[in-house]
């Protein structure tokens, strides 16, 4: 064990857990609310930017004239098109560490009222 384990100020979270019902608090209501918000957040994301992936191949397959139209100088539609999908990768990377604040949150509170009605 480590040294910041044993300090007297350091979190004794290992019994915490240890005692916690997992497969109670898997069939509670407000978990499975929680599992219902984050799916209304990661499963919408996920089919945003698997359309938005997929839309540069459809479109240099489809539109290869329209994709290699010159934007500035070599730089074509399909190139800025390219680098966009790490803009929305990093925009949804973003949106979902705010959301994650929230369903941590939610989290926390499905573990204290698991504690309170545990007695403890």
């Not at 004239?65 to 999908?85: M, N, P």
């Amino acid at each position: 064990m480590s040294q910041e384990a044993n300090h007297p100020s350091a979190p004794k979270l290992a019994p915490t857990i240890a005692s916690k019902d997992f497969s109670a608090i898997a069939t509670s209501k407000p978990f499975k609310d929680l599992i219902a918000i984050k799916k209304t957040f990661v499963v919408p994301a996920f089919v945003i930017f698997l359309v938005y992936y997929f839309a540069l191949a459809v479109l240099v397959g489809y539109a290869p004239r329209f994709a290699s139209t010159r934007v500035i100088g070599t730089v074509t539609i399909a190139y800025l098109f390219a680098l966009s999908q790490f803009v929305v990768g990093w925009i949804i990377a973003v949106l979902y560490l705010v959301a994650a604040a929230k369903f941590d949150a939610l989290a926390t509170d499905i573990l204290i009222k698991d504690a309170e009605r545990q007695g403890g």
